[in-house]
């Protein structure tokens, strides 16, 4: 079955990076665009960027454009999210998110646990 | 402020019906599919709809999902406990090149 493991909680000060892990499987790891979605403490669901692995294509959000990173290792079935210059405001639960069926901006129907980026100093 | 707003809150008791109603534009509601997700405090998102008004399986027909023009709307029958939770719509913003989500609505159950 479909299966998307993250890494665990980080800790960052502020200005620095971090990165972020998705292990996948369970499906065809080149078919199916890869998300990253954010949720800030009490706050909504914001789309930070989403990568169709293998093949390549990047898109992020507009917000977000030149901090961050959305990369993949095919040998592994693995997405990474990296965010850079960190600032309190990015203190989030980061869930990474598949589509559901294979027609894309269908729905995102399998996501990860989450991962909890604190930045503090 | 979200790109799509959602109602903050809405309540009926066990048993009832409530409607989420979700409002967008031509850049995304418009023209592209509408989803819909359920979350509970402290877990990941969970598709209730895809598609504008397919149920993924495992999701009761309690829940249904429509959209008519540049808005959507989530309907919950038979409202019960268990239901009590925030819910999102989403779609892809085809301006914006991003997938946008509105700001939530939570359900209580009386």
């Known amino acids: 079955q479909v299966q998307m493991v993250q890494s665990g909680a980080e800790v960052r000060k502020p200005g620095s990076s971090v990165k972020v892990s998705c292990k996948t499987s369970?499906?065809?790891?080149?078919?199916?665009?890869i998300n990253w979605v954010r949720q800030a403490p009490g706050q909504g669901l914001e789309w930070v960027g989403g990568?169709?692995?293998?093949?390549?294509?990047?898109q992020y959000a507009q917000k977000f454009l030149g901090r961050v990173t959305i990369t993949t290792d095919e040998s592994t079935g693995t997405v990474y999210l990296e965010l850079s210059s960190l600032r309190s405001e990015d203190t989030a639960v980061y869930f990474c998110?598949?589509?559901?069926?294979?027609?894309?901006?269908?729905?995102?129907?399998?996501w990860g646990q989450g991962a909890l980026v604190t930045v503090s100093s | 402020q979200s790109v799509l707003p959602q109602p903050p809150s809405v309540s009926a008791a066990p048993g009832q019906k409530v409607t989420i109603s979700c409002s967008g534009s031509r850049s995304n509601i418009g023209n592209n599919f509408v989803s819909w997700y359920q979350q509970f405090p402290g877990t990941a998102p969970k598709l209730l709809i895809y598609?504008?008004?397919k149920r993924p399986s495992g999701i009761p027909d309690r829940f249904s999902g429509s959209k008519s023009g540049t808005s959507a709307t989530l309907g919950i029958t038979g409202l019960q406990t268990g239901d009590e939770a925030n819910y999102y719509c989403?779609?892809?913003?085809?301006?914006?090149?991003?997938?946008?989500f509105g700001g939530g609505t939570k359900v209580t159950v009386l």
């Open positions: 598609e504008n008004n």
């Open positions: 998110a598949r589509e559901y069926v294979l027609r894309d901006l269908s729905g995102l129907g399998y």
């Open positions: 369970g499906f065809s790891f080149s078919s199916y665009t």
């Open positions: 989403g779609t892809w913003d085809s301006r914006l090149s991003a997938w946008v």
């Open positions: 990568i169709i692995p293998v093949f390549g294509p990047t």
